[in-house]
């Protein structure tokens, strides 16, 4: 996988809770919109955090915290949107290892979570949240799953003014969308996602980029999937974000 400084492991990440975490932003409404909101109100950088199937989930909150607060030098603020209205999917469904579970969250799939569905939503609401924060002047996306595609999809879209992409555990990745991104991107993949398909992806990425497998942690291990009282995962959850704040950090 490709090689990337290794600077970021000097951003300070707070000890991770692995239960009860407390969020330091808030909620409020945003074109329509519930939103999470985290991080410097008056920031000049802004990222848009693009959730997994599983919605607000505090692994991923405690996420959009870290990158909002994580780099001592560049403070981030960081909008989570609902993009599902409260109709996530349920987390016993995942991973769909029965029919029963295939059905369920193929269900939801085709009725909530179809990509084309959300995209139209994006330009609208970085605009709003612009009249929220009148000092934004960029924007970079952090995807997680679900999330990491609709990332991968808008690195390729010129008319989103994103300049810089994170995914984790990306869903669905395909190298015919990298073939499209415009604006550096990071993959950070799980050992559940495709090797093929991630090396794939990685070859037609024409932009500068950082694309790495974390071979022992599952689908999730950056966001609601993470079981963060398990050390090891708690290490390389750690880890995943300092390789993000590194990136954004260089790139943004």
Avoid at 14 to 25: A, I, M, N
Avoid at 77 to 105: C, R
Wanted: hydrophobic letters at 35%; one cysteine or more.
């Amino acid at each position: 996988m490709s090689k990337y400084s290794e600077a970021s492991a000097s951003y300070r990440i707070p000890p991770v809770v692995d239960e009860g975490y407390e969020p330091k932003g808030t909620y409020i409404e945003l074109n329509g919109t519930k939103t999470y909101v985290t991080g410097p109100a008056d920031s000049d950088r802004a990222i848009l955090a693009v959730y997994d199937i599983f919605g607000f989930f505090p692994q991923t909150i405690q996420g959009a915290d870290i990158l909002a607060y994580g780099d001592a030098d560049r403070k981030y603020q960081v909008f989570m949107p609902d993009f599902f209205e409260g109709n996530t999917a349920e987390l016993e469904w995942y991973p769909p290892t029965d029919d029963d579970k295939k059905a369920k969250i193929g269900k939801w799939f085709q009725e909530v979570a179809v990509w084309s569905n959300h995209m139209h939503k994006v330009r609208d609401f970085l605009g709003a949240a612009e009249v929220h924060n009148n000092s934004i002047k960029s924007w970079g996306i952090v995807g997680y799953c679900w999330g990491g595609k609709m990332a991968s999809i808008l690195a390729g879209h010129g008319r989103v003014p994103f300049k810089v992409a994170v995914q984790t555990s990306p869903g669905m990745i395909d190298a015919g969308d990298a073939a499209n991104v415009k604006i550096p991107t990071m993959v950070l993949a799980s050992g559940d996602e495709d090797v093929e398909d991630v090396r794939k992806y990685e070859e037609n990425l024409k932009v500068p980029k950082h694309v790495e497998i974390f071979k022992d942690q599952t689908h999730g291990f950056m966001s609601a999937r993470a079981n963060l009282k398990d050390g090891r995962v708690r290490v390389e959850y750690e880890r995943g974000y300092k390789l993000a704040l590194g990136f954004f950090h260089d790139h943004f």
